[in-house]
């Protein structure tokens, strides 16, 4: 498979840090092609502005999609964009591995989605859900919280963790046409022992291993 991974994480020594290395090294050790998107190491600016184009549709007014839409049909988008777009059209697996802060994602990976799904060449004109561009490619939530497991249950503390990714899962990913894959999930990392730890990327690997068997879990069931 060709698989992208984008890393939201700004601490080489955090669980999100051995999480992505293990993955990018045992998805290329089971033969698998692995691009990746380190967004802090790539020092991504995640503001969203004329600077994503190398075309000017209007130059009194900027309506973000019109100029997407209009970059597209110019080969107008900025080298930075063009790259990570071209990513997403090459992957059949997208991970996106990262910790989930404020019930989201960080601001460099919201920034990205901003950025890089452009209306014209990721959705629009009727090439959303079923219909979407991504039809066919997979994607994956890998995170990390700061709670443990009983806190996202949906009698927890914070509610049922499917809840809150699901404008995630269904507002982004479904809405461009990629299947959605279970999210995987390392609670509480800060405060669990280091062999606790090995043993979570050891789960990790061996999900990874099969990863390429399996199937959408369907957003519509939560």
């Keep these: 498979m060709n698989i992208l991974i984008v890393y939201a994480h700004h601490e080489p020594k955090s669980m999100n840090a051995a999480m992505f290395r293990t993955a990018v090294d045992f ?3 089971q033969g698998h092609l692995v691009q990746t998107t380190d967004l ?3 020092r991504f600016d995640p503001v969203s502005d004329r600077s994503n184009f190398k075309t000017v549709h209007n130059p009194e007014f900027l309506k973000q999609q019109l100029e997407e839409v209009y970059a597209t049909e110019q080969h ?3 080298e930075i964009i ?3 777009i071209q990513k997403l059209e090459w992957c059949d697996l997208m991970i996106w591995q990262f910790p989930l802060w404020w019930f989201s994602v960080p601001a460099i990976l919201k920034g990205w989605v901003d950025r890089v799904f452009a209306m014209g060449r990721v959705y629009g004109q009727g090439r959303i859900y079923e219909h979407g561009v991504f ?3 997979k994607a994956l939530l ?3 919280t700061g709670g443990g497991a009983a806190d996202y249950m949906a009698d927890g503390f914070n509610g049922d963790l499917y809840g809150i990714l699901r404008p995630i899962h269904r507002g982004i990913l479904e809405f461009t046409g990629f299947s959605v894959l279970a999210p995987h999930v390392v609670y509480g990392p800060a405060r669990r ?3 606790e730890l090995e043993a979570e990327l050891g789960r990790w690997k061996t999900r990874l291993s099969q990863i390429d068997r399996e199937e959408n879990i369907g957003v519509g069931r939560y």
Aim: aromatic share 10%.
């Design 27 to 29: 998805l290329r050790a």
């Design 135 to 137: 039809n066919g490619k």
């Design 193 to 195: 022992a280091p062999e």
């Design 40 to 42: 802090y190491a790539m």
């Design 82 to 84: 063009e790259n990570e």
């Design 142 to 144: 890998s995170l990390t």
């Design 76 to 78: 107008g988008f900025n």
